[in-house]
């Protein structure tokens, strides 16, 4: 046989030392199909066209049903909105199932997927609309106002030229038929059947899908722009990661064959979808297996523990916080896990003593895995037959990680700690408009290109890593990442702080939470309360981001030339919190 033919990629690492434990079960790479994330709802509503996709509140859409609504809403984005290929289009709405038919219709108009945080406030959602160079933006009437706050706050040159606005309940239940044994609480009822006003020019979801537009032919590669999340860095505003079909294809296969997800799975999708990992496990992977998903708007303990019992749930990937909040639940015991059958998840460590519970209790464990926005979700997970505690897991299908020495860039031994890179293909083509960022993301490591993570780890004799602090300045709070650098640069926008410095503070329950040391002006001295300033940053800020802490300061910390030394009171700060 020729070397030329080849039946699966081969591994670009095969030295390494996690191949020894690799699952027997697994390939060590995957083959992607040459098609696009769009391909991938063409085929589950061709194979499965009745079978129910998303479950939301009691509303079910079958994979038909998806589609076709997805269609509309492109013929709508390209005849009366003008999308062209290319273009990026803006998605502003928390889990529903109108985020995944926005997600697709966007998809099929071969344009550009942003998906912005919805906890966003106006002076945030301003630098998606300005940054992406978006004209067109899909919001729910909730964030609607947000929406046209922020885009009376651009220049009238940059601003969006056309917003289409759902409800929760276009997706839900006719009122009154609500099913009350979902234990949804009152309040979020109320908050998903509420009415609110539409802004002057923007349109009704319900009668842009009603045109029924048929899209034009669909000519979508593989090697497309797809999707343009935004993350930040240790300095300056976040910047969007460049995403293909290819790039974003490799994980959403790779993250099913892992968890073993199959079109007879059910998902518990309560990860938002904005974030990448609950696009991967809730829209992406879900879609190409024809899985059905249980959506959750937000997250809340009773619906969860209702859902799981009721929709008998297999494949649940989540922040270890949900498992401790469901486990405090005082009807926890009436809830049916037995269906469980693969738990995932990151963003923060699971401690010892609920990993330990589920495997007693329930006979599960918990699977830890590491990825960032840059590379699509995982590049690292535990397998299920040999997971090891409070550890990222091993390189995924086809992934190439390493650790090196930060400044001299050389590669470090088992157990020396060092940067995490990783070669792959699910790694981002790099940062929109932003060539400088882009060429200081990457190394050249044996010919390839690895990206640098930025996070401090170590690789055991067995191949598995582990995470031990970050290079970046970043707060992890409850699993959602917090940027120091653009939380101080919203409390500039203060009249009376003359100087601000963001870092971390334990918490018992986030693990992390935002503490800002500030430096009033000198007029404001003795009139501004900490809570005042608390106070305001809740307003401008997304929840889980603004400080919950304000430590008042006659001065910062400075070196030489000025600069703040942001670890000299994070350093102070962790003294203060070690035990006597």
């Known amino acids: 046989m020729s070397d030329a033919l080849q039946f699966r990629p081969a591994h670009p690492n095969p030295n390494a030392p996690h191949l020894a434990h690799w699952p027997a079960r697994l390939p060590l790479s995957i083959t992607v199909p040459e098609a696009t994330l769009w391909h991938n709802l ?41 999308v062209r290929p290319g273009d990026r289009v803006l998605l502003y709405t928390q889990n529903c199932p109108q985020y995944v038919i926005g997600y697709h219709a966007i998809l099929r108009a071969q344009a550009v997927v942003v998906p912005v945080n919805p906890m966003n406030k106006a002076e945030e959602f301003k630098h998606y609309i300005t940054d ?112 293909t079909h290819r790039s974003l294809m490799h994980n959403a296969i790779g993250g099913g064959l892992w968890g073993q997800s199959t079109a007879d799975s059910v998902v518990l999708g309560v990860v938002p979808l904005f974030h990448i990992t609950g696009m991967l496990y809730g829209v992406l992977g879900p879609i190409y297996n024809g899985a059905t998903v249980a959506l959750m708007p937000r997250w809340d303990r009773e619906l969860a523990g209702s859902l799981i019992s009721r929709m008998k749930v297999t494949h649940w990937t989540c922040i270890p916080t949900m498992i401790m909040d469901l486990f405090n639940s005082p009807n926890y015991k009436h ?86 890179v990783s070669h792959g293909p699910m790694v981002f083509q790099g940062y929109w408009r932003h060539p400088e960022a882009t060429a200081a993301a990457f190394i050249e490591i044996d010919g390839k290109r690895f990206f640098r993570t930025g996070d401090l780890g170590r690789v055991d004799d067995e191949g598995y890593f582990f995470i031990t602090d970050r290079l970046k300045r970043m707060i992890n709070a409850s699993g959602f990442k917090v940027w120091p650098s653009e939380v101080e640069m919203l409390l500039y926008k203060h009249p009376a702080v003359q100087e601000a410095c963001v870092i971390s503070a334990r918490d018992d329950y ?45 001065n910062l910390p400075k070196s030489g030339a000025g600069k703040v030394l942001w670890r000299v009171l994070q350093e102070q700060e962790q003294a203060s919190q070690a035990p006597a």
């Open 42 to 82: 063409e085929v589950s509503a061709a194979r499965y066209p009745d079978k129910v996709a998303y479950l939301f509140m009691g509303q079910a859409i079958t994979y038909g049903e998806l589609k076709r609504r997805a269609e509309a809403l492109a013929g709508w984005l390209q005849h009366e909105a003008g």
């Open 132 to 243: 992406a160079q978006a004209r067109v933006a899909v919001c729910t009437a909730d964030l609607a106002g947000i929406v046209h706050e922020a885009n009376q706050g651009v220049p009238a040159n940059e601003r969006l030229r056309h917003v289409v606005v759902s409800r929760y309940a276009d997706q839900m239940p006719p009122e009154g038929q609500d099913d009350a044994s979902l234990n949804a609480p009152a309040p979020l009822m109320q908050w998903l059947r509420a009415e609110h006003p539409l802004p002057e020019g923007f349109t009704r979801w319900t009668d842009a899908l009603a045109l029924n537009h048929a899209p034009a032919p669909y000519l979508g590669h593989p090697d497309d722009l797809a999707l343009l999340p935004y993350t930040s860095g240790t300095t300056g505003l976040p910047k969007g990661c460049m995403h």
């Open 335 to 420: 809830f049916d896990l037995s269906s469980l059958f693969y738990l995932s998840g990151g963003g923060a460590a699971m401690p010892e003593a609920v990993a330990q519970r589920l495997k007693d209790e329930f006979g599960l464990t918990f699977c830890e895995g590491y990825g960032l926005t840059e590379t699509a979700a995982p590049t690292h997970a535990n397998p299920p037959e040999g997971a090891k505690l409070q550890c990222l897991g091993m390189p995924m299908f086809g992934t190439d990680s390493r650790i090196i020495d930060p400044t001299t860039l050389q590669e470090l031994p088992a157990g020396q700690v060092g940067e995490i």
């Open 510 to 554: 986030r693990g992390e939470t935002v503490k800002a040391v500030v430096v009033l002006r000198p007029e404001a001295r003795g009139k501004v309360n900490e809570q005042e300033i608390i106070d305001w940053a809740r307003d401008q800020m997304a929840a889980y981001k603004y400080p919950r802490i304000v430590q008042f300061s006659e």
